[in-house]
């Protein structure tokens, strides 16, 4: 058994690489049969405004607790650093998975 909750507002992240603005909205999925309960993923919901319904996110996916706050900027850095480049894992969250189970968080 999991529960998902919503993790404050929603944030401007910034530019995205094709220069639209990038809001994130952040939930939590957890998994309610550890005691306590243990987060199984990060779902994050990316919008190109703050002012839109939340069935016009652009970008939703999963990622893994300890990748929760790692992107594209953190891979850029890594690539100029002359480092190997880390995978993060994303799993797409499409149009009506997010609607069925976020919409009314």
Do not use: C
Not at 39 to 60: I, R
């Amino acid at each position: 058994m999991v529960d998902i909750r919503r993790e404050g507002s929603l944030r401007a992240l910034g530019k995205r690489a094709d220069g639209r603005k990038d809001f994130l909205q952040e939930y939590q999925v957890r998994d309610l049969t550890s005691t306590p309960p243990r987060t199984l993923w990060f779902a994050h919901f990316h919008y190109t405004s703050d002012k839109v319904p939340f069935a016009d996110f652009v970008k939703a996916h999963l990622k893994l607790p300890e990748q929760r706050n790692l992107g594209l900027q953190w891979q850029q850095a890594q690539a100029a650093g002359g480092t190997q480049v880390e995978t993060i894992w994303r799993g797409d969250i499409g149009k009506p998975l997010g609607n069925q189970h976020f919409a009314d968080l």
